[in-house]
């Protein structure tokens, strides 16, 4: 793997217009399209409503459909979306696994802002001038780092093109909440 490259997030979206101006700013790099993509998925698990807009913008336009619930009559395809909430439901803390600080150990706890996440290429990465990258996310749940794969558009916004590993299984918590 390179050099740890890291983007420092002030604080996470709380529109879709305050996500939209993120993007626009970040996302000028394959790190930066990756990290919009972990971003939506943070957004997501906290409220979908938001989210799936996020979502809807965060990807490539090759991976959403036209339809209600993202945005601008867009939205992620239904069995992308479909598994993303059920890793989701069954690990709601996933997406915090890729800020530093957040571990098993502290229950993958956001640590205070800003949000700090890091990322690495190989070898086979890619070339940036050929608008195609894979980009490997540090995830403390996984022995490795996750790759994301992110396209850049016309207007020069690196977007998700493949993340299925951001969604796969991590470690549990190590504090379950036993609310016995």
């Given at each position: ?113 800003p949000y700090i996440l890091e990322f690495a290429r190989n070898p086979y990465s ?21 790759p994301v794969t992110v396209h850049r558009n016309d207007r020069g916004v690196w ?22």
């Open positions: 793997m390179s050099q740890i490259e890291r983007i420092s997030i002030d604080a996470l979206p709380t529109s879709i217009e305050a996500f939209c101006a993120l993007r626009d700013e970040v996302a000028r790099t394959p790190e930066g399209g990756a990290a919009m993509m972990v971003l939506a998925l943070l957004v997501n698990a906290n409220d979908e409503a938001l989210g799936r807009p996020c979502l809807t913008m965060a990807v490539d336009r090759d991976r959403l459909q036209e339809g209600e619930g993202g945005y601008q009559n867009l939205r992620l395809a239904r069995t992308a979306q479909s598994r993303i909430d059920q890793q989701l439901a069954a690990q709601p803390y996933l997406p915090r696994a890729y800020v530093r600080g957040a571990s098993p150990e502290n229950g993958y706890r956001l640590p205070n802002p890619g070339d940036p001038a050929s608008g195609q990258v894979k980009v490997f996310v540090v995830c403390s749940g996984a022995p490795s780092p996750r977007k998700a093109v493949e993340w299925s590993s951001l969604v796969m299984g991590i470690i549990p918590p190590a504090n379950a909440d036993d609310d016995l």
